[in-house]
């Protein structure tokens, strides 16, 4: 672009950096408002067999502030009469673990099929955050594999990567911090629905 007579190349940048369009804009920072959202961009779904006692959480990439009123699940495969499942959201730990906890969220039914949500109220400022479940009994959920990965590539294996986090956890209400635990694949899908925008 020439430069005009009395136009200073400053004036230029900051017009044209105000404007937001295919090489500033940020993809993951468009969520509509009233609706579930994946933790992170999804590649491929698939079911995923849990046992009791067990916690499999997934990454969450949150690109601007804001605010979810539900974090939701689907059983695939349900369980006995009467058995839960607890699910909640814990803070981003040292090299990509399982931190402190910030929401236990509570319990749903998994003894029948069909998407299972809590009605909560987390802000969550822009961050990383872990979305974590524990089942009493065994059953199916809806898992994914995400398109991108922070654990890397198996070492003995690159046909696939490590997306999520598997560990033991008594059922009951949520541990803090996180339980120690390994890379596992895939991932749990747990949704949050976005509230607002902050």
């Not at 069909?114 to 009605?119: E, V």
């Not at 990383?128 to 590539?153: D, H, K, N, R, W």
């Amino acid at each position: 672009m020439l430069k005009l007579a009395g136009e200073f190349i400053e004036g230029q940048l900051a017009d044209h950096m105000a404007r937001l369009d295919a090489h500033t804009l940020n993809c993951l920072e468009g969520y509509k408002v009233g609706a579930y959202f994946p933790p992170l961009p999804i590649q491929n779904w698939g079911n995923f067999a849990l046992g009791a006692d067990k916690i499999l959480s997934t990454f969450c990439v949150i690109a601007r502030d804001l605010t979810v009123d539900r974090i939701a699940v689907e059983i695939i495969v349900a369980a006995s009469a009467g058995k839960k499942a607890r699910l909640g959201i814990y803070n981003i730990g040292a090299d990509f673990t399982g931190g402190s906890l910030l929401l236990d969220a509570g319990e749903i039914d998994i003894d029948s099929i069909g998407i299972k949500a809590i009605n909560i109220n987390q802000a969550l400022p822009k961050n990383f955050y872990v979305l974590s479940i524990v089942l009493e009994e065994a059953a199916t959920i809806q898992g994914y594999e995400p398109a991108v990965s922070y654990l890397g590539m198996r070492a003995t294996d690159f046909s696939y990567n490590d997306t999520g986090l598997y560990g033991t956890h008594t059922y009951g209400s949520l541990q803090d911090p996180h339980p120690a635990a390994s890379a596992k694949r895939p991932s749990p899908l747990i949704c949050l629905r976005l509230a607002s925008l902050d």
